[in-house]
């Protein structure tokens, strides 16, 4: 795998068309040369795009994500994977099973969103890149987002788990995220902090 994923999970970066004011194309590139260090494509929800103009995105996003060396991984959309030749697929607790990704790509990175001990159980941690952990902080990104699990849910885990990848998902904020980092955290994953900021190059730098 040509990617250092501790260090690629540093600032990871989630959107879709639905999350930007401005064109995605032109925040991604921002974002990149700012300083993101992954990104995940998640075009989901209201407002989203389907079909080939899902698809024609997911194109153009990839090719800038190829051109700066930094990991394009597709949210819960498998069929997005060997099509836009992604890095990996990041799933949650209701996706296809990690077991089946597993088989389906091998090499690929997988991540999976954990935000109890009961999920921790039942998933096959063992199978999978890095965990996404939270949501962290109350969050109005994701319409069916659980509540909050704080940054205890960080330390928990790390001790569980000391050479694992984690990234905090869930609110973060330029505010906030250096209490996920202090907590183990490996790095921390936002969506709006950066499609609702003026200044992309400032915010990257804060988080």
């Not at 389907?50 to 800038?64: C, S, Y």
Request: glycine share 8%; net charge negative.
């Amino acid at each position: 795998m040509p990617y250092q994923i501790k260090q690629n999970l540093r600032k990871y970066f989630i959107m879709g068309s639905q999350n930007c004011n401005d064109d995605p194309v032109r925040v991604l590139e921002s974002a990149v040369k700012a300083g993101i260090t992954a990104f995940q494509f998640r075009e989901k929800g209201e407002g989203s795009l389907t079909g080939d103009a899902k698809l024609e995105l997911g194109k153009q996003l990839r090719a800038i994500c190829r051109g700066y060396h930094i990991p394009f991984i597709v949210n819960d959309d498998v069929s997005l994977v060997d099509t836009l030749d992604a890095d990996g697929i990041h799933v949650g607790q209701d996706d296809q099973s990690v077991d089946e990704l597993r088989n389906l790509f091998p090499d690929k990175i997988i991540g999976l969103s954990v935000s109890n001990a009961s999920e921790v159980a039942k998933s096959p941690i063992h199978l999978v890149d890095y965990i996404g952990a939270g949501p962290i902080f109350s969050t109005r990104t994701k319409s069916d987002a659980k509540s909050a699990v704080g940054v205890e849910w960080i330390a928990t885990l790390r001790e569980q788990f000391p050479n694992l990848p984690i990234v905090g998902i869930g609110g973060i904020t330029t505010e906030n995220a250096a209490s996920v980092i202090s907590k183990g955290a490996d790095g921390v994953s936002f969506i709006s902090a950066i499609t609702m900021t003026e200044d992309i190059k400032e915010a990257v730098r804060q988080l």
